[in-house]
């Protein structure tokens, strides 16, 4: 096993625990937003807090999501129109250059991202009353998974052979 199998294996169980995350993250939005029709609806009593509890939950969701498609490579992409009209070299360049382009992106995102959470996330949510840390840690946290994921990304495009790249 060379050095790519083996990070392929481990960035996949990161990313089985990502999609994980994503179920309990989903599970708990569903029962909050059940909790709060009934209560809203049947009992004329509605909480405070569910609607911002339900935001932060769909923030890390979102981010989360985003995460879980970047290491399956199921965004949306374009690549189909650039590598049908060059040869497989050209486009082994073309895709060492977008994925090392979007680990940059990523990096320096999540960089500023941890700067600014870290400045302002003192400050409490007005109905929770939780630090603004915890829903803002979202786009860091899984910032930096995603930077990991498009260097590994880059790494493969690096080294796989001329016969296995894809028009």
Excluded at 80 to 102: D, G, L, P
Excluded at 123 to 141: C, D, K
Aim: glycine share 4%.
């Amino acid at each position: 096993m060379n050095i790519v199998q083996v990070s392929d294996k481990v960035l996949d169980a990161i990313n089985t625990l990502m999609e994980y995350l994503m179920g309990i993250l989903f599970l708990v939005l569903v029962g909050i937003t059940f909790q709060e029709v009934l209560r809203r609806y049947l009992f004329n009593d509605p909480t405070h807090w569910a609607s911002e509890a339900s935001r932060f939950l769909l923030i890390w969701m979102t981010f989360t999501g985003a995460c879980i498609v970047t290491r399956l490579v199921t965004h949306l992409t374009m690549g189909f129109t650039i590598h049908r009209f060059v040869n497989k070299s050209k486009s082994k360049m073309i895709k060492v250059f977008i994925s090392a382009a979007a680990a940059v992106a990523m990096i320096i995102l999540t960089y500023y991202s941890a700067k600014v959470t870290l400045l302002a996330g003192y400050r409490a949510a007005p109905m929770t009353g939780i630090p603004m840390y915890y829903p803002w840690a979202a786009l860091p946290v899984n910032g930096a998974i995603m930077s990991i994921y498009m260097i590994a990304e880059t790494v493969k495009h690096i080294y796989e052979n001329e016969e296995e790249v894809t028009p």
